[in-house]
């Protein structure tokens, strides 16, 4: 069966009106209602504008007009509810100014028949009426919150329930409609015919798109389409509300505690729990046998095998040890009882690989850890399975000049992985060793001399500080040269050449580098001094630099790369 989705603008009114039958529901896997008072300013103020406008347009006999406020993305669940996906703040702001108003009405002049049209207009667009009597049940609104964090939740109902609220109160539901009370009241004085007519426009034409999909993954589709207002909701949000979902009522307090505090250190580390299931889903995957080079999406995956994915009893477990080997290749900081992760030569390895330009590295470094971490040698061979690693992508990426070319040798890397500590890696590269060495004489962009430079700084040993994070490329010899200062013989493309090499290239603090930009040596010298960078501060030694000196040092720093990959790949034993 296809997805199918109905839209139709509605009215405030009509649209509200459609929760008699079918209530609306704030999912669990929403995030709770964070409103700010300007927001709910901008939203008053919108609304009392154009309707005072409508009167002047209505004065000299003009077409009504109307004002948009947004779309609301929902889906029918299960248990004939409108599960909503996009709109739930501007859906919960709206029933709070309306209560507002409901609460002027009652205590203004409730005897009124114009205060009783209004007060039945909007009685049954906020709760539930007795069906034999008609009498509303103020116990009973018709818009519910099952967002897992929201603390404050009961005080919405509440504020429904009884148009109170508490005014030294912190949480958004009672400040925001406190704050509807003033805005409401002040319009009342200020413009004494429009009270009654700002009711009849809000409910009238204030215009809401509803969007409703047949099911949850197209409703989520569409919102993730639509949303530009912020961070979409995420596939961990959905997870987080599948998992609670399947709890007993004290498991639930547990997981939820185990939730906060994972989101807490992810956050700290500049990680997110939706990336750790990112991460989580190549493991399982090669625990699976599964080598195929085409990812799915995250959320079907999880979902295919949902008790054996998602409600697996050691799933926040794992997540936490993804997210210590996370927090230490993000921030450097080592994981508790784990001594290996203050190696230094294990930390610059995960930097080098840090600087490969996307992730295919991590999910074998991931099963790597997650597999082997407690074994006996651990530290020496995760170290060798390291440098071997960055051995073969470098060799890949620099052959190919395309990172996408390793992802089949990764991925059955990744399967090898989950049986032998030591298998053979095999990344589609060449065994034609003057191509190779071609190729890291010239590299062919960026993200290459990075990642060589990185490699061959980590080498030296007065290099003994991680490197600063976006530490930029250094020309060496000026991109822009004068004539004058080239030998005879090198023709514009030869210095080109030379420029371009590996050896004119070394990694520089940014400030240092704005500051050396395109002068000649004798000015660079003073930024390189003060730079933390061994290879720039060394460079600085020399009293003068030309072009001839980065074609010598190139022929160097090739020899350098060279021994190191021999010495790497030499030390990595391959077992059967």
């Known amino acids: 069966m296809s997805d199918s989705i109905s ?21 669990e896997y929403q995030r709770p209602y964070a409103w700010t008072q300007d927001q709910v300013d901008t939203l008053f103020e919108d609304v009392l504008e154009f309707a005072l406008n409508e009167e002047l ?49 009652q205590t203004s002049d409730p005897d009124s028949k114009q205060t009783k049209n209004f007060m039945s207009k909007i009685e049954p667009i906020l709760w539930k009426n007795d ?40 949480d958004p539901y009672s400040q925001n409609y406190i704050r509807f009370q003033k805005l409401y009241e002040t319009m009342c004085t200020q413009h004494i ?43 961990a949000d959905i997870f987080k509300a599948k998992i609670y979902d399947n709890l007993s009522d004290e498991e ?13 250190r992810a956050n700290d580390a500049d990680e997110t729990v939706q990336h750790l299931f990112s991460l989580y889903m190549f493991y399982l995957k090669a625990k699976a046998g599964n080598k195929k080079t085409t990812n799915i999406a995250i959320r079907r995956f999880y979902f295919y095998n949902v008790k054996e994915y998602l409600l697996a009893p050691d799933l926040l477990d794992k997540l936490n040890r993804i997210l210590n080997l996370w ?84 991925y059955s890397l990744n399967v090898a992985l989950m049986h032998n500590k030591y298998p053979e890696i095999k990344i589609k590269t060449t065994d034609n ?30 290099q003994d500080t991680l490197l600063k994070p976006k530490l930029e490329i250094e020309h060496i010899f000026p991109r822009h040269w004068e004539k004058a200062n080239t030998p005879d013989g090198f023709t514009p493309e030869k210095v080109n050449e030379v420029i371009d090499s590996l050896g004119n290239f070394t990694l520089l603090e940014k400030r240092l580098n704005i500051y050396a930009s395109d002068v000649y040596f004798e000015r660079k010298r003073k930024s390189y001094l003060k730079s933390q960078v061994t290879m720039s501060r060394e460079l600085a030694e020399k009293d003068n630099w030309k072009i001839e000196d980065s074609w010598r040092r190139t022929d160097e720093l090739l020899r350098q790369l060279k021994d190191i990959y021999a010495k790497w790949s030499e030390e990595y034993k391959v077992e059967g």
Not at 11 to 24: I, Q, W
Not at 252 to 264: G, N, S, V
Not at 377 to 403: A, C, G, P, Q, R
């Open 252 to 264: 639930r307090k547990t997981f939820i505690y185990k939730w906060k505090q994972l989101e807490f």
């Open 131 to 170: 069906e034999m009597t008609g009498d509303v049940d103020f116990e009973k609104p018709l818009i519910y919150s099952n967002v897992i964090d929201d603390k404050q939740s009961q005080v919405f109902y509440d504020i429904l329930a009884t148009g109170h609220a508490d005014s030294k109160a912190k």
């Open 327 to 410: 927090t230490l290749i993000n921030t450097h900081e080592s994981i508790e009882g784990e001594a290996w992760s203050t190696n230094f030569e294990i930390l610059k390895a995960l930097d080098i690989l840090a600087s490969y330009p996307n992730e295919i590295w991590k999910s074998p470094v991931l099963i790597y850890y997650l597999n082997y971490s407690h074994d006996a040698n651990f530290e020496t061979d995760f170290e060798k399975f390291l440098h071997k690693l960055i051995v073969e992508l470098e060799k890949s990426y620099l052959v190919n000049s395309t990172i996408t070319a390793a992802k089949p040798g990764i």
């Open 193 to 235: 015919n429009m009270p009654y007519k700002f009711i009849l426009r809000l409910l009238n034409q204030v215009i809401l798109l509803p969007i409703k999909a047949d099911n949850q993954d197209t409703a989520l589709t569409i919102f993730s389409t639509l949303n530009d207002r912020g961070l979409p909701l995420s596939d």
């Open 7 to 27: 839209v139709n603008k509605a009215s405030v009114a009509e649209f509200l009106a459609t929760g008699a039958k079918m209530p609306f529901l704030i999912p």
């Open 433 to 462: 060793q003057a191509e190779l060495d071609a190729k890291i004489k010239r590299p062919a962009n960026m993200s290459l001399r990075r990642l060589l430079l990185k490699t061959l700084i980590y080498q030296d040993s007065k």
């Open 57 to 105: 347009k209505e004065s000299n006999g003009e077409d009504k007009g109307t004002y948009f406020l947004g779309s609301i993305v929902s889906f029918e669940n299960g248990r004939r509810q409108q599960e909503i996906i996009d709109g739930q703040q501007r859906l919960t702001s709206l029933s709070l100014l309306l209560r507002a108003i409901y609460t002027k009405l």
